[in-house]
């Protein structure tokens, strides 16, 4: 079944005490996107890559780090958790990316982070 | 700035009315895409629809449909005969800039039976 899974679903953590967010999908996409969602304010872009080894900021980057190694993982690793980090996470994929060769992003299920 | 702006942040409506989600943006770029995702209780986002900035063509779908107009830079959202499975929050998006996608604040639809 084509899908984008994520890992763990849900997450506990202290202050300061790394974790990292596994993603992974079984598509053959291209592009990859993590995301964070937050009440009243939709989803918010963090990271996106648009190939293997090719990273962008989305527009709230801050405390958060990604790398593209394969094209089926994108990992989003958190060096020091914050509680202002606690949040809905959630990543997604497309064959490819950009106006000349759109394609529809599919999302995982979403990571529920708190962080105390 | 980029921008999309979900001004109804709750709606409430009775089975079988027709109800419509307004979503306004704002953006420079003259080729851009619009989208709408649907987000149930179970918490995953399911894609609805999308169109790019070169049609204006309004679409229907079974008891959706979206109208583009492109001169007050709106892309809303209408279901018909509204149905309890409806109730969700709604988000429409931005695709702009090539690479980047805003989303709007969403709308929490709630169908009463």
């Known amino acids: 079944e084509a899908q984008v899974t994520q890992n763990p679903r849900y997450l506990i953590t202290v202050t300061g005490k790394k974790l990292t967010v596994t993603c992974s999908q079984n598509?053959?996409?291209?592009?990859m996107s993590w995301y964070r969602q937050d009440p009243g304010l939709g989803l918010r872009q963090i990271y996106y890559s648009m190939n293997v080894e090719v990273t962008d900021k989305g527009d709230v980057p801050e405390g958060y780090k990604v790398s593209r190694k394969e094209k089926r993982n994108f990992p989003l690793i958190l060096e020091s958790p914050s509680p202002n980090q606690t949040s809905l996470y959630f990543c997604?994929?497309?064959?490819?990316?950009?106006?000349?060769?759109?394609?529809?992003?599919?999302f995982g299920p979403g990571t529920r982070l708190t962080v105390l | 700035a980029q921008k999309v702006t979900q001004a109804q942040t709750e709606i409430s409506v009775v089975e079988k009315e027709d109800v419509t989600l307004d979503c306004v943006y704002e953006?420079?770029?003259?080729?851009?895409?619009l989208f709408w995702y649907k987000q149930p209780p179970s918490g995953e986002l399911v894609f609805l629809i999308r169109r790019n900035s070169f049609d204006e063509q309004n679409e229907i779908s079974g008891r959706y449909s979206w109208n583009f107009q492109k001169s007050t830079s709106s892309f809303n959202f209408t279901i018909t005969a509204s149905q309890v499975v409806d109730s969700a929050v709604y988000f429409c998006?931005?695709?702009?800039?090539?690479?980047?996608?805003?989303f709007g604040a969403g709308t929490r639809l709630t169908v009463k039976p």
């Open positions: 953006t420079r770029d003259t080729t851009y895409y």
């Open positions: 598509m053959n996409h291209e592009y």
């Open positions: 997604a994929s497309s064959f490819s990316w950009g106006y000349n060769s759109y394609n529809e992003q599919f």
């Open positions: 998006a931005l695709h702009y800039n090539n690479n980047d996608m805003r």
